[in-house]
């Protein structure tokens, strides 16, 4: 049986989702929540090349050089992919155990320039924000209403920007990533699909890879 890649999860799966990712990363704050939601739900739309004005470097180059480094740092993440956001839509695929999987770079690429097709909504996202909301606030007591409230302030929600994670975040998380159409993902690489993770109440289960 495939995972229902363009279904809705239902409340009960994205809870699981949102409190999977809230207890495996007690470093993340507020700014973390929102990213992780925002490219589950858009996609990483500004990719690295618009953040930090490589444009005239080609994203090969960039994915390839990032596999260099972590190499050369013999580390590299114990997961292919992980998903990101509640929608369903995207997954975090970590570059460097994505190529020792033996799977091509440029294909990699590829998807990434391909995933913006499967950009999200943005009343899907504020409504996944609000139950980000409250879970979170249940999970993390030191986290109050105010401190959610102060950051869309901040951020001029209703724009919904895109936003780096935290300093804090991103050392405890630091492989080298890209977020790509979870749908293009397990069509060119259905080797990897996991049913559980976005179902796991469905009783179908196998192995990441």
Not at 28 to 54: N, P
Not at 123 to 130: A, E, G, T, V
Request: glycine share 4%; charged share 30%; aromatic share 14%.
């Amino acid at each position: 049986m495939q995972t229902e890649r363009e279904s809705i999860l239902t409340n009960k799966e994205k809870l699981f989702l949102l409190t999977k990712f809230v207890e495996d990363h007690p470093e993340a704050e507020i700014q973390d929540f929102y990213k992780w939601l925002y490219y589950g739900e858009f996609g990483m739309e500004e990719s690295s090349l618009i953040m930090t004005g490589r444009q005239s470097i080609p994203e090969l180059h960039i994915v390839l050089s990032e596999i260099k480094k972590e190499e050369s740092e013999t580390r590299e993440s114990e997961l292919i992919w992980e998903p990101m956001g509640l929608a369903a839509r995207f997954v975090k695929v970590y570059v460097t155990k994505y190529y020792h999987m033996d799977c091509p770079v440029k294909r990699l690429v590829n998807l990434l320039e391909r995933s913006p097709a499967f950009r999200g909504a943005r009343m899907s996202f504020k409504l996944d924000w609000n139950l980000l909301k409250e879970t979170a606030l249940e999970l993390r007591p030191e986290l109050s209403r105010r401190d959610f409230i102060n950051f869309e302030e901040r951020i001029n929600f209703h724009q919904l920007p895109a936003l780096p994670y935290t300093e804090g975040y991103a050392e405890k998380n630091p492989f080298a990533y890209r977020v790509v159409s979870q749908k293009l993902f397990f069509d060119y690489f259905p080797e990897f699909e996991d049913n559980s993770v976005f179902h796991p109440f469905s009783g179908n289960e196998s192995i990441i890879g």
